[in-house]
């Protein structure tokens, strides 16, 4: 079955640029999307297509993708950015599955 | 604004079933794909499927295919994540979550707030 992987933990410093990679045979093909979940909170998109960032989403979050390598960067990383960080992509079937990655708790201390 | 309201938490018992909803609002179900995403506790979150509410197209995710039953009434914005025996380890929140589809791809970009089901003797 098709899966993503993700570490399972980052740790930054306040300021510092943190970077959570994703892989995945089908991301050379399909895009890559990441959500923040906090705490207790349901998950929010931080990038969605790759690098396109939604609306109300601070510029210091950035994606990018090369092959079978996708890669989240928060630069100048703030306290308020710790959390579980989620890729997603859909499957090769046809039928567009969802699948997450294993998720990254980044920690900024 | 978007918005996607999920049922109250849930207390079972192994082996009775349930159904939980979420209630969207007319443009959040009109043209959009609503599914289910599962969160058990500690643990990260896992796709289960999602339906087309205009003519109820379902698909699942094969971890899930024949354990939930998702189904939509598009008369009343409401989709449905339903059990017919449940486990113990089906003990989770369950969030709802409108997909876009964009270049033939769906992906979230709308959640309900969660529902935390508990099955325990």
């Known amino acids: 079955s098709y899966a993503l992987t993700q570490p399972p933990s980052v740790s930054v410093s306040p300021g510092q640029t943190a970077g959570i990679t994703c892989s995945g045979d089908?991301?050379?093909?399909?895009?890559t999307y990441w959500y923040q979940q906090k705490s207790g909170q349901a998950p929010v998109v931080v990038i969605y297509?790759?690098?396109k960032r939604p609306s109300g989403i601070p510029e210091r979050f950035s994606g990018s993708s090369s092959g079978t390598l996708a890669t989240l960067t928060i630069t100048g990383a703030q306290v308020d950015d710790e959390g579980d960080y989620y890729c997603?992509?859909?499957?090769?079937?046809?039928?567009?599955?969802?699948?997450f990655g294993g998720g990254t708790t980044l920690t900024v201390l | 604004e978007v918005q996607l309201v999920q049922s109250g938490a849930e207390v079972r018992k192994p082996g009775e079933s349930l159904r939980i909803s979420c209630k969207g609002s007319?443009?959040?179900?009109?043209?959009?794909?609503i599914g289910w995403v599962r969160q058990m506790p500690g643990k990260g979150l896992e796709w289960m499927g999602i339906?087309?509410?205009?003519?109820?197209?379902?698909t699942y995710s094969p971890s899930f295919e024949g354990h939930v039953t998702i189904s939509a009434d598009k008369s009343t914005n409401t989709a449905y994540l339903q059990w017919a025996s449940l486990k113990t380890s089906d003990t989770a929140i369950y969030y709802c979550?409108?997909?876009?589809?964009?270049?033939?791809?769906?992906?979230?970009?709308?959640w309900g707030q969660g529902t935390l089901v508990t099955v325990s003797s």
């Open positions: 007319e443009d959040t179900f009109a043209n959009f794909w």
């Open positions: 297509e790759d690098n």
């Open positions: 089908g991301l050379a093909k399909k895009f």
């Open positions: 339906i087309y509410a205009g003519d109820s197209d379902t």
């Open positions: 979550a409108r997909h876009e589809r964009t270049y033939g791809a769906f992906w979230i970009d709308h």
């Open positions: 997603y992509s859909t499957d090769d079937s046809g039928d567009h599955r969802g699948v």
